[in-house]
């Protein structure tokens, strides 16, 4: 199979650009359907534990489709259409149920675009680095356009754009050629559980838990904090995209600077850097130049964290296993983690304030560095390394 490159650069950044609503501006919307701040977690907590179980299950229901062309196909459509229920959801109940059922759909089809985007990439990582940083212009975009839309809108106008990128994403998916799905479950006799209880495994995927419990006060409560601190939709929304900036200059070189230190290494230095962001984002809310410089440090928070644990999941597991490898660290790095750090800061928010609850969110990072120094192969890995 040969797919264009721009195929998935245009879905990257639509399905980020969907993204960019949800992080910033969600937590606004369920605030105007005046729910609380545990409510709000709440609801964040189960849209993360959908992410958890989404990816997984339709990996191991891989064998009834032709292809994962065909699962993002049937996954966008019923996201379309369950997600054009929160017209009419007003209670906790409604709204949870609609976020649970489209979030089931809408978390499945970014590990299958990651599985197809690297084999007609031929697992060349340098140039996936180039494609998914359109992830992060599309949101960079998306966080500006509607921020300064939601200062002349009210934020009921989020769930019609967030329909709209919906639609083009699903849209987007027709233009992919099909291609069969290879064997999986076992390579060199090597089972998939028998891979869970590395200690390697293990430590790659309880980094990734923790870096998505240290995001989850700023994916659920961020913009909430910054507009409680009397910043404007619009300005909230450059304060956001200057962290995605940063994302995206990293992603377009990193290739050139990957070298520089061992793959273990870089996931040190970035958590702790995470942990000094999140530390000091509580207590900088007096100076946009301050937040500013700290969204700077998403760089390595999300850029180097991806990029080099997407080498990870090639390295740690055989080809024939990459795509469950891949379900593997969407669902439980970012769905359990991200379940986790948004359930926690909602319950913690009000007792505690933000600028505590981030600093909580700074020692989560922080635990990773140990974690990370004993658990990963400490050698250089170089590209020869991927996709043997």
Known sequence: MSVPAS??????????????????????????????AADIGTLMAMFGVVRILAP?????????????????????????????LIFVARDFVTVAIVMIAYGFFWAAMLPQYEVLCMQSLHNQLDLYSRVRLWGSLGFIMSVIVVGMLLDVATVSVLPVVMLVLMLLITANAWGIKESPRGEDGHEDGVPFLRLLASRAVIGFIL???????SF????????????????????????????VIAEVLLFWQFGRIMHLLSWRNWIVLSMALTALRWSLTGVATASVTGLLILQTLHAFSFAVMHAVSMRYVQTLFPKAMHGRGQALYSSVGFGLGGAIGAWGSGLLWMSLGGTLVFTLAGIAALLAVPVALFTLNGRQTTERDVGR
């Open 56 to 84: 997984n299950l339709w990996a191991a229901q891989a064998g009834r489709f032709r292809g994962p062309a065909q699962m993002i196909r049937i996954a966008g459509a019923l996201t379309v259409l369950f997600f054009c």
């Open 216 to 243: 989850g006060p700023y994916y659920t409560f961020f913009s909430i904090f910054l507009e409680e601190n009397g910043y404007s939709p619009a300005l909230t929304g450059v304060i956001w995209s200057a962290g």
């Open 7 to 36: 195929r998935f650069s245009f879905f990257y950044a639509l399905y980020f650009a969907l993204l960019g609503c949800i992080s910033p501006f969600w937590g606004l919307y369920l605030q105007s359907l005046e729910f609380s």
């Open 207 to 213: 980094v990734n838990i923790l870096l998505q419990i």
